[in-house]
Protein backbone atom coordinates (compact mmCIF):
# COMPACT_ATOMS: atom_id res chain seq x y z
CA UNK A 1 0.00 0.00 0.00
CA UNK A 2 1.37 3.42 -1.26
CA UNK A 3 0.82 5.98 1.55
CA UNK A 4 3.74 8.65 0.66
CA UNK A 5 4.11 11.03 -1.78
CA UNK A 6 6.92 12.56 -4.18
CA UNK A 7 7.47 15.36 -6.55
CA UNK A 8 9.83 14.93 -8.98
CA UNK A 9 11.20 18.16 -11.66
CA UNK A 10 12.35 17.40 -15.38
CA UNK A 11 13.39 19.48 -17.87
CA UNK A 12 13.49 16.34 -20.70
CA UNK A 13 10.35 14.93 -21.95
CA UNK A 14 10.85 10.74 -20.64
CA UNK A 15 11.22 10.63 -24.25
CA UNK A 16 14.99 12.01 -24.38
CA UNK A 17 15.60 9.96 -20.52
CA UNK A 18 17.64 7.53 -22.48
CA UNK A 19 19.99 10.25 -23.57
CA UNK A 20 20.82 10.48 -19.81
CA UNK A 21 20.53 6.54 -18.79
CA UNK A 22 22.28 4.27 -20.98
CA UNK A 23 19.89 1.24 -20.58
CA UNK A 24 16.44 1.00 -22.37
CA UNK A 25 15.42 -1.40 -20.03
CA UNK A 26 16.12 1.08 -17.29
CA UNK A 27 14.68 3.88 -18.50
CA UNK A 28 11.19 1.95 -19.82
CA UNK A 29 11.25 0.72 -15.72
CA UNK A 30 12.28 3.94 -14.18
CA UNK A 31 9.39 5.53 -15.95
CA UNK A 32 6.49 2.91 -15.60
CA UNK A 33 7.53 2.99 -11.80
CA UNK A 34 7.35 6.99 -11.15
CA UNK A 35 4.03 7.12 -13.70
CA UNK A 36 1.74 4.21 -12.58
CA UNK A 37 -0.98 6.16 -10.33
CA UNK A 38 1.21 9.53 -11.35
CA UNK A 39 -0.49 12.99 -12.06
CA UNK A 40 2.17 14.54 -14.65
CA UNK A 41 2.22 18.02 -15.09
CA UNK A 42 3.72 19.77 -18.58
CA UNK A 43 4.37 23.30 -18.52
CA UNK A 44 5.39 23.57 -22.18
CA UNK A 45 9.20 23.41 -23.82
CA UNK A 46 9.86 26.74 -23.50
CA UNK A 47 12.16 27.83 -20.66
CA UNK A 48 11.39 30.86 -18.84
CA UNK A 49 14.05 31.30 -17.52
CA UNK A 50 16.20 30.64 -20.73
CA UNK A 51 13.48 33.28 -22.32
CA UNK A 52 13.35 36.05 -19.84
CA UNK A 53 17.62 35.64 -19.34
CA UNK A 54 17.70 36.16 -23.15
CA UNK A 55 15.34 39.30 -23.45
CA UNK A 56 17.35 41.28 -20.79
CA UNK A 57 21.20 40.07 -21.78
CA UNK A 58 19.88 41.88 -25.25
CA UNK A 59 21.94 45.16 -26.22
CA UNK A 60 20.07 47.79 -28.48
CA UNK A 61 21.38 48.18 -31.82
Same mark, same amino acid.
Given at each position: ????? $?? $???? @?? +?????? &? +????? @? &??? $? &?? !? $? /? +????? @? ?7 ? @? !? /??? /? ?6
Amino acid at each position: EERAS $IG $IASN @LP +FSEWGT &V +FPDPR @L &VAA $I &VD !R $I /T +FNAHI @LETGTQSYR @L !R /TSK /THHRKPA
